[in-house]
């Protein structure tokens, strides 16, 4: 069993900067990938981020130049750097993993999100 426990959201004003963190922990063999998502209430989750094991990145258009992504591998743990924040946002967060319990066994997991809210 996996389990992702993000943290680091909360409300900033608009032009302001927080940090988010996932951590990975339970029966990890290997880690394929970690990212972001979010949604927005009334909207489609949506990729914000993500981030391979071997450094390969993606962002969405909307959070380019603002958003960074990073991982420490050793603490099997995500980040998301968030700068110029704006009220389009505001959303609930959350970490995606996609993780080899096993040599041969992977699968797709979600953290169960954090809110970040985004001040006019």
């Known amino acids: 069993q996996v389990s992702l426990v993000e943290s680091g959201g909360g409300l900033v004003q608009a032009g302001g900067s927080l940090r988010l963190s996932c951590a990975a922990s339970?029966?990890?063999?290997?880690?394929?990938?970690m990212g972001w998502y979010r949604q927005a209430p009334g909207k489609q989750r949506e990729l914000v981020a993500t981030?391979?094991?071997?450094?390969?990145?993606n962002y969405a258009d909307s959070v380019k130049g603002r958003f960074t992504i990073s991982r420490d591998n050793a603490k099997n743990t995500v980040y998301l750097q968030m700068n110029n924040l704006n009220p389009e946002d505001t959303a609930i967060y959350y970490c995606n993993g996609y993780i080899y319990t096993t040599p041969h066994q992977w699968d797709e997991y979600w953290g169960q999100g954090t809110q970040l809210t985004v001040s006019s």
């Open positions: 339970g029966s990890i063999f290997s880690i394929i990938s």
């Open positions: 981030k391979t094991n071997g450094g390969n990145t």
